[in-house]
């Protein structure tokens, strides 16, 4: 019903993903826009100046997985503003027989696999990441972790495996939001450094700002996806980002917008 | 079952270059054959299942097929959520490989004794289940099946000597095989069961009592049909897993019954009980839980002789 909608945008912007994930978010009267708006500036870069994805189901296509699929809404606007999914299907989002649940389902197009269970992302990845390299691809591998996630032992399974196999082909981003659903990440389970942690398991790792989508984009373009370590880019962000009364606020990371609170954050995004 | 398992996979292996063997730093004495001819298409996901099963699912999305291996229990409980949103929700061709049915990790302990796994993992449509009773079948049934677009789990012996010469191998997926004919009782062995459920109808024959004996190996899809046939000719039919009763194949059984209103008694040999603390052989174990050949024999006259007398 929506294959002849599909348009190629010209722009995958933040402020556009901020603004679909709004709409939408109001819409379906649902939450985790919080998390959804603290990747926006990361799904910005991959989507709109990294990613080599010729098409949805090209075998040599690069892998992106998001990990913390809690965040599928930023996803979907991303996929939108691509051009792989009609933005008139963006208003299906939570509606009944739909393909876009809060979660993001491999039936879809564009999105390479279903996710919603925390810590199982990164072991797809570096699967996938494995298979690369065996099919002699050069294709990549990304994947878009949560900080919180990072309390998942199932993903410390991965990181070994991956730097073992020196899986250079493989980038973690993590959406360092500092926040996690009942708590801020230093009150629920401190992880001392992020860095550190991951150059513990012999990463290559590096911090930078999550919401400047240049310093991103040349940051991975810097990385030596043919030889060496696995990358992972500790992405500092501000949960909620762009929206003054969300940010930093534990309870948008479920709580649905009023029609006043709809009203102040399209402002704000949009005078961003 | 392991030794035949990977020489099969291994010729497989040769003419198909999607073949890749993912062990979670198991199979000693087993693996090492594959390892040794494709080196490259074998992985060490070391004792890590749940990546190990992450992992398989991103290889098979990218067009492999890959075979993981490990001790039942590890195999499929630990990287249980793995599974079910992996290959099962991806509908991806992983392969596990979960070695020691029941209680063949007898004195190992119940940390070791797989008597759930089947009940664990029949509620997914789109997943395949094999539980070969014997190395041949085992061989057999890993031609016929791997390359099926789906997943698969194969509940494997570790006994590399196992065979039922009775069953000269055959294996078809939604099919029972028929070990023995008799009239007087129907034994329904689940896998690596057959050779015990053989042994009772061997001494209840020397009782005067026959029994056909089937083997029920391709748990899922189930064989509906042909336990329906068989079920439908007895009054009385014993069911023998290596397994809880509840959830594996006895659990199947019953519901053939029910649904199709079948005039069957069913009575269901398998594991009821809680771990106590006892180890020890799987002789014992199977003594203990009812299922050795012994043991089953002696329930068979039970109940017949209880038959006869509620008549």
């Known amino acids: 019903m929506f294959g002849t909608e599909t348009k190629k945008s010209t722009a995958v912007s933040a402020r556009q993903i901020r603004r679909i994930i709004l709409e939408q978010s109001r819409r379906a009267h649902v939450g985790h826009i919080g998390s959804a708006l603290s990747v926006a500036d990361i799904l910005a870069a991959l989507y ?3 990613l080599n994805i010729p098409a949805p189901d090209s075998p040599d296509r690069d892998r992106f997985i998001l990990s913390k699929g809690h965040a599928a809404l930023a996803l979907y606007a991303a996929l939108a503003l691509k051009g792989f999914l009609p933005e008139a299907q963006l208003e299906t989002f939570c509606a009944d027989a739909s393909l876009l649940g809060v979660h993001p389902e491999h039936v879809l197009d564009g999105v390479d696999f279903s996710t919603g269970s925390l810590g199982q992302g990164l ?8 298979a690369a390299r065996m099919q002699d691809s050069p294709r990549r591998v990304f994947v878009l972790l949560s900080d ?14 991956a730097s073992h196999h020196k899986l250079s082909n493989l980038v973690a981003i993590v959406d360092l939001n500092s926040q996690q659903a009942l708590g801020y990440t230093d009150e629920v389970l401190r992880i001392p450094s992020m860095p550190k942690l991951w150059q513990a398991y012999g990463w290559d790792a590096q911090e930078l700002d999550g919401h400047d989508s240049a ?5 991975i373009r810097n990385l030596d996806t043919a030889a060496g370590p696995p990358h992972v880019l500790v992405a500092k962000t501000v949960f909620g980002k762009g929206v003054s009364f969300m940010e930093r606020q534990i309870k948008w990371h479920y709580w ?17 | 079952m392991r030794k035949a398992l990977i020489a099969t996979l291994s010729a497989l292996a040769r003419r198909e270059p999607r073949i890749v063997l993912l062990t979670g730093d198991l199979g000693y004495t087993v693996v090492e054959p594959f390892r040794e001819e494709f080196p490259e298409r ?20 990218s067009g492999f097929i890959p075979f993981v291996y490990s001790i039942a229990t590890f195999a499929a ?13 991806h509908r991806l061709p992983v392969r596990v490989l979960g070695i020691g049915a029941g209680f063949e990790y007898g004195s190992a302990g119940p940390t070791h004794h797989a008597l759930e796994d089947l009940a664990a993992l029949r509620p997914y449509p789109g997943l395949t289940l094999v539980c070969p009773a014997d190395c041949t079948q085992a061989q057999n049934a890993l031609l016929k099946t791997w390359d099926l677009p789906g997943p698969v789990y194969y509940r494997l012996s570790k006994n590399d000597q196992l065979q039922v010469p009775e069953l000269e191998g055959r294996f078809d997926l939604a099919r029972t095989q028929v070990l023995r004919n008799g009239e007087d009782l129907l034994l329904i062995a689940l896998g690596t069961m057959a050779a015990n459920a053989l042994a009772a109808a061997e001494a209840l024959a020397l009782k005067g009592v026959q029994s056909t004996v089937l083997a029920l190996s391709s748990f899922n899809p189930s064989p509906d049909s042909d336990l329906a046939e068989w079920l439908s000719r007895f009054s009385l039919a014993i069911s023998v897993e290596s397994h809880s009763v509840s959830g594996g194949a006895g659990s199947l059984i019953s519901e053939i019954i029910a649904e199709r209103a079948l005039n069957c008694r069913l009575v ?34 039970r109940e017949m002789e209880y038959a006869r007398y509620s008549k």
């Open chain 2, 77 to 89: 409980l630990r990287p249980y959520e793995f599974i079910r949103n992996g290959p099962v929700l």
């Open chain 1, 48 to 50: 709109g100046q990294i």
């Open chain 2, 42 to 61: 074998f992985f060490n996901a070391g004792v890590a299942e749940q990546n190990m099963i992450g992992m398989a699912t991103g290889l098979a999305e």
């Open chain 1, 123 to 130: 072991s797809i990845a570096t699967g996938a990441a494995l």
């Open chain 1, 215 to 219: 310093q991103i984009t040349r940051a």
């Open chain 1, 256 to 272: 649905p917008m009023s029609e006043t609170e709809f009203k102040q954050a399209m402002a704000e995004v949009a005078n961003a």
């Open chain 1, 148 to 161: 919180a996630e990072c309390n998942e032992g199932s993903l410390w399974e991965a990181a070994l495996f």
């Open chain 2, 268 to 301: 269901r040999c398998g594991v009821r009980t809680a771990p106590d603390g006892l180890s020890g052989s799987t002789a014992y174990l199977e003594e203990k839980h009812g299922i050795s050949g012994e043991a089953l024999a002696r329930t068979a006259l």
